[in-house]
């Protein structure tokens, strides 16, 4: 069974600049997460999707980050635009129940 | 809100020893996870804990739950090299069948030395 998968692996880009992050979950998880891990920290949930729906996008910062899932499947998450702060490995995640299985991530380098 | 803490968070030890990973947290939950990670990787799910007094076990890691404490372990025994990963515990609100978004600690970094 394919993991979740996840590109770029590495990005490096000038702040005020767009970029954006592609996911495509295990076949048949309906639940897909993004996640930001800072360095030496845990990861923090950023967005939730049950399906197309969005359930939980609380800790989503929606002035310059956006996501969307078409179709309940592949999901995009965009930050437009970059800061020096948004370094971070972005993961992202999936679930047919309760056990997320963690995709291998996306480096940003915010120079 | 939700707090997660794992203690320690750097661990340095001898093969063979043995050593308990300590997390606690904020509010009641019955669902805790164990996650692996290695440096440069993503998380690899170890154990995921569903109800109170749960204790699950894999090689040489054993993890329980006690939520009435809202304490979980993570246990080594005999460790070896391979081991040394950062460990993280995290914490899901959710209680129907599928998974909230997690609360993570800020992991403990273990280092086995030979």
């Known amino acids: 069974e394919a993991g979740v998968v996840q590109s770029p692996r590495y990005k490096i880009i000038e702040k005020k600049q767009p970029v954006a992050f592609w996911c495509n979950p295990i076949?048949?998880?309906?639940?897909l997460y993004w996640y930001r891990q800072n360095l030496g920290q845990g990861p923090e949930l950023l967005i939730r999707y049950e399906n197309e729906e969005a359930v939980d996008d609380s800790q989503l910062p929606k002035d310059r980050f956006s996501a969307e899932r078409l179709k309940g499947v592949d999901s995009t998450l965009k930050i437009q635009p970059a800061e020096l702060g948004d370094s971070a490995v972005y993961l992202c995640a999936s679930s047919l129940n309760v056990r997320q299985y963690f995709g291998p991530g996306t480096r940003l380098t915010v120079t | 809100e939700l707090k997660v803490e794992q203690n320690p968070l750097f661990l340095s030890m001898q093969e063979g020893k043995n050593y308990t990973i300590y997390c606690n947290y904020s509010?009641?939950?019955?669902?805790l996870y164990w996650y692996r990670q290695d440096p440069g990787k993503s998380l690899e799910s170890l154990f995921v804990?569903?109800?109170?007094?749960a204790v699950k076990q894999e090689g040489r890691l054993m993890a329980s739950l006690d939520t009435k404490a809202r304490l979980s372990t993570l246990h080594i025994t005999a460790a070896v090299h391979d081991l040394s990963a950062t460990y993280f515990c995290?914490?899901?609100?959710?209680?129907?069948?599928?998974?909230?978004?997690?609360?993570f600690g800020k992991g403990t970094h273990l280092i086995i030395q030979p």
């Open positions: 995290a914490v899901d609100m959710g209680s129907g069948g599928g998974a909230d978004g997690l609360t």
């Open positions: 076949s048949g998880h309906n639940t």
């Open positions: 804990l569903l109800s109170n007094g």
């Open positions: 509010t009641t939950s019955d669902r």
